[in-house]
Structure formats: structure tokens, C-alpha cells
């Protein structure tokens, strides 16, 4: 009788223990998930950042949630949103032939045209700040937060993937419109008012006016960056569509000459050294000869003051000295 009671009892524990089991394992296959989701709806950021946050659960749609600025606390963004993160610090977009500064990989310089036709290089950096305020992070993810652009690699990145996305987009719309303001303020001057050395190879006829140019190609670099910051603000807004980077400075760097006319200016440079020194030669030479003219007319009106010259010129210890003598001797003294 005892052993059917037990018999019994393991019996109706079973299913029991069954249905504990199959309840855990549906506790973990579900509850681990939504635990998980609802651990990722919060999200921070960083002192040097902001963020956009888009609509990403299964019923939701993909529009902007919210916008977090930067240096938050933990922020409830829903569950499975999609969160753009951009700098929010001042940036800057370097141009320059040194590899390990330049932006892109290798030389990055931009070749353009003085009006007398020399390509020249540009070096420079450009200083510029996003736009933080909601409505323009808003309407800057929607404009290009949505769309991929191409890196130095050949891959395509959002612009909110990290400094490779930020620099891609960059690239592909930001260094276009630069590239063009410098073409069109290069373009105005020539090349020795930038570059004065540029006058030693230009065509005789004209050396001596754009000798008195090159004196100013201080100033003249210096209106080209004033007359570059005045227009790329306009430029880059129109361009982008909004007004979505702030405080924009450009800073021209370096004007060079490319290698070819650089190495004709170091030969001219060589051949006016030649020059000097064998124009400072010959005017060593005629100031000698002067010198000497100057003495002999002295020995001429005075033939004494000559024999006294002659007699401080002989060696020490001499005593026998017969001037004109063919047989006289210079006997020194023992």
C-alpha cells in the first residue's frame, strides 16, 4: 500500500518538475532578450559628443526620437533605437603635402592655377564646429545620417561611424567646395605675387614689375585666406543645404611652387649667386688696382717716402743694403 502511495506521488511530481523546467527555459529564451532590450533603451554621451536617436523597434517607424546633447546622464531612448553619434567639439580638416598630417593618405595638396598659368599647391587647415542646436542635428541626420559615403579605401561609411565615417563625408562634400574657393581666389593673382621667387623664372619683359609685385605676397596670402573665410561660409551653406557647421576659419598654410619651376628658380637662384660672386670679384680687383694707382702717385711726388717704404719692407738683421747696385749683397747679420 505504501510503496502505490509513493508510486503515486513521483508520478503526479513529475509533470509538475516538467512544467518548472519548461517554464525557466521559456523565462530565459524570452525574458533574457527583453532584459537585454531593456538595459540598451539607455544610452549617455560622452563631453565631446552629441547624438540623434531614431525610431528602430519592431512597430516603430524610423523617424528621429530625440536628440541628446552632450555630456548626458543615462537616457531612456526605446527600445532597439538607432543612435548617431557626432563630434561636438571644434574639428578641423587638414590639407598638406606631409603624409602622417595630411587627412587622406600620401601627398594632399590642392594643385591650382595662378592667372599666368603656374599650378600651384595649397596647404592649409580648416577650422570648423558643428552646428549643435536640435533643429539643425536634426535636419544634418536626416540629410546626410541616412546615406553612406565613400572612404580613402574605397569603403562606405555613415558619417556617424567613427572618425573613418566623419572623415568620408568629409571628403566627399566638404573638400570639394574648398578645392573650388581656392581655385577662384588663386586664380586672381599671379604666381609671383604669391611667390616672389616665381619672378626669376617669369619672361624678362615683365621681371621688373612683378619684381615690385613679389614684395607684397605677404599681403596677397593674407587676402586670399580673408577672401577664402569670407566666401566658404556662404559656399559650404549652400552647398550642405543648411547652416550646419559654425565657426569656420581657414588657415592658408604654405603657396609652392610645383617641382619643376621650384628646380628652375633653385637654378636661377644658383646662377645669380655666380653672378654676385664674380661681380664682387671684379670689384675686389678694380679697388686693389685703385689702391695701388693711389700708392705709386704718392712714390711719384714723393721718391723719399717711396725709399722708406722699401727700407721697413726689408727683413731683420740686415746690415749692408746697395740700392741700384747689381753687385751688391744683402748680408744678414751673424
Excluded at 119 to 148: C, Q, V
Aim: hydrophobic residues 40%.
Amino acid at each position: 500500500m505504501a510503496t502505490r502511495e509513493a508510486s503515486a506521488l513521483t508520478g503526479s511530481r513529475r509533470p509538475r518538475r516538467r512544467t518548472a523546467i519548461a517554464i525557466a527555459v521559456a523565462l530565459v529564451l524570452v525574458g533574457g532578450p527583453v532584459l537585454s532590450a531593456l538595459l540598451g533603451g539607455y544610452e549617455r554621451t560622452g563631453g565631446g559628443e552629441v547624438a540623434v536617436v531614431r525610431n528602430g523597434g519592431f512597430f516603430d517607424d524610423n523617424k528621429i526620437r530625440q536628440v541628446i546633447g552632450q555630456g548626458s546622464g543615462r537616457t531612456w531612448v526605446g527600445l532597439y533605437s538607432k543612435v548617431h553619434r557626432y563630434p561636438a567639439q571644434q574639428r578641423y580638416y587638414t590639407i598638406t603635402s606631409e603624409a602622417k598630417k595630411a587627412e587622406t593618405s600620401g601627398v594632399d595638396v590642392v594643385t591650382v592655377p595662378s592667372s599666368d598659368g603656374v599650378n600651384m599647391g595649397i596647404e592649409g587647415t580648416l577650422y570648423f564646429t558643428l552646428n549643435l542646436e536640435p533643429a539643425a542635428l536634426r535636419a544634418f541626420d536626416d540629410k546626410f545620417g541616412t546615406r553612406k559615403f565613400r572612404g580613402a579605401g574605397g569603403e562606405m561609411y555613415y558619417p556617424w561611424e567613427g572618425d573613418q565615417g566623419w572623415l568620408a563625408f568629409l571628403d566627399q562634400i566638404v573638400r570639394p567646395v574648398i578645392d573650388n574657393d581656392l581655385r577662384s581666389q588663386i586664380n586672381s593673382f599671379r604666381c609671383a605675387e604669391l611667390v616672389s621667387s616665381c619672378a626669376l623664372v617669369q619672361n624678362a619683359s615683365s621681371q621688373t614689375r612683378q619684381g615690385a609685385q613679389a614684395q607684397s605676397n605677404n599681403a596677397n596670402i593674407a587676402k586670399v585666406q580673408t577672401a577664402i573665410n569670407t566666401s566658404l561660409a556662404a559656399d559650404l551653406r549652400s552647398t550642405l543645404g543648411g547652416n550646419f557647421l559654425t565657426n569656420i576659419r581657414f588657415n592658408l598654410v604654405k603657396v609652392a611652387l610645383p617641382d619643376r619651376v621650384q628646380e628652375a628658380v633653385d637654378r636661377a637662384q644658383a646662377a645669380f649667386a655666380q653672378v654676385s660672386e664674380a661681380q664682387a670679384r671684379v670689384a675686389t680687383a678694380k679697388a686693389e688696382a685703385a689702391a695701388n694707382k693711389a700708392r705709386q702717385d704718392g712714390y711719384n711726388k714723393c721718391p723719399t717716402c717711396a725709399r722708406i717704404e722699401e727700407l721697413k719692407a726689408l727683413p731683420q738683421g740686415i746690415t749692408v743694403y746697395a740700392p741700384g747696385n747689381p753687385n751688391g749683397a744683402l748680408l744678414p747679420n751673424k
